[in-house]
């Protein structure tokens, strides 16, 4: 009897730190749709699908050097013209969840 109250004590436990995982995940993603900065137009950051590379080291609180080591593990980038670099935001979340596991 003891045995089966100490299994079913450590399930218990399992399935609740499953859970809580399953929650941080939640609210990290959460917390990367409602983070918010202003672009050089002054548009908010979360309205847009496609975001600038100075904009995403606001989006994601990153450096430079950072964004260029994401680019070389597989963040895909986009350039419609010779200046500038363009980031997918649902790539960037898929990019960061990918690795988070």
Request: net charge negative; with cysteine.
């Amino acid at each position: 009897m003891e045995a089966s109250k100490l299994v079913g004590a450590v399930l218990e436990i399992e399935n609740e730190n499953k859970e809580l995982i399953e929650l941080c995940r939640c609210l990290y993603r959460y917390s990367l749709d409602c983070k918010d900065g202003i672009t050089d137009d002054k548009k908010s950051l979360r309205n847009k699908d496609f975001l600038k590379q100075t904009e995403v080291y606001d989006y994601l609180g990153i450096g430079n050097e950072t964004l260029m080591k994401m680019r070389i593990d597989g963040l895909p980038c986009y350039r419609l013209s010779e200046r500038n670099i363009y980031y997918s935001k649902e790539d960037i979340k898929r990019f960061l969840f990918e690795r988070e596991e």
